[in-house]
């Protein structure tokens, strides 16, 4: 089946850091993807919608200048945290929908800003 | 808008019965419905979705679900359940509203299992 992969699986930054995290189709195109966001004991929330070619869809209530995403070919979208601070530790996760209706997800990105 | 409402925030079980975890949705056509499991620390895994055709979807790990539009339901059962299938169990719909596509989760219920 279809492969999504994250890198780095686990990051520790310092508050006012920026943190950079990597989603990539291994064996597909994706002209979208997702990005969600997971608070410990609680559902994913999506953050924005990444469009390979444009800009990104953000939710309400997601600064798009603190969450910088980045959709530059077919199989990697970024998502950049900027200026990172403590309540901004989370668990990312990137979803890529893989044709049809099925949609695949990475193994999550573990951020603690200190 | 579409939702998703699971109602059982935590279930324990014993090893070897049964299971049925409960996820109603709120859509006016036929929904994507899916259910996935992640364990402490991991991602999502994939048990299984329903799209159309037989309401009755055969998933991976022993799993199975039932979709009753009647009911607003999409439930997932497994017949006898193994301590390894202690984690959080997701129910989502497919979002065909604002963004492209994307889950719309259920808050989750926690599966625990007595030996």
């Known amino acids: 089946g279809a492969v999504v992969s994250q890198h780095p699986s686990r990051v520790i930054c310092k508050s006012g850091t920026s943190v950079k995290i990597e989603c990539r189709s291994l064996?597909?195109?994706?002209?979208?993807m997702f990005w969600y966001r997971q608070f410990p004991k609680q559902s994913l929330m999506l953050m924005a919608t990444?469009?390979?070619?444009?800009?990104?869809?953000?939710e309400q209530g997601v600064e798009k200048d603190k969450f910088l995403i980045n959709h530059a070919s077919l199989t990697l979208s970024t998502l950049t945290v900027t200026s990172a601070h403590p309540e901004d530790s989370s668990f990312y996760i990137c979803?890529?929908?893989?044709?049809?209706?099925?949609?695949?997800f990475g193994p999550g990105t573990r951020l603690t800003v200190t | 808008a579409q939702s998703v409402t699971q109602p059982d925030i935590h279930i324990t079980v014993s090893e070897g019965a049964s299971l049925e975890l409960r996820c109603n949705y709120s859509?006016?056509?036929?929904?994507?419905l899916f259910w996935y499991v992640q364990s402490p620390g991991q991602g999502l895994q994939l048990l299984l979705k329903?799209?159309?055709?037989?309401?009755l979807v055969q998933g991976i790990k022993g799993f199975e679900a039932e979709f009753k539009r009647s009911q607003s339901s999409f439930n997932l059962r497994k017949p006898s359940v193994h301590w390894s299938d202690a984690a959080e169990y997701f129910c989502?719909?497919?979002?065909?509203?604002?963004?492209?596509?994307?889950?719309?989760f259920g808050k989750g219920t926690k599966l625990s299992v007595k030996p």
């Open positions: 979803s890529a929908n893989g044709g049809g209706a099925g949609e695949y």
């Open positions: 064996d597909f195109q994706a002209t979208t």
């Open positions: 990444s469009n390979e070619g444009s800009k990104a869809t953000y």
């Open positions: 859509y006016g056509a036929t929904p994507y």
């Open positions: 329903y799209f159309s055709g037989d309401t």
């Open positions: 989502a719909v497919k979002n065909y509203g604002g963004s492209q596509g994307n889950l719309i």
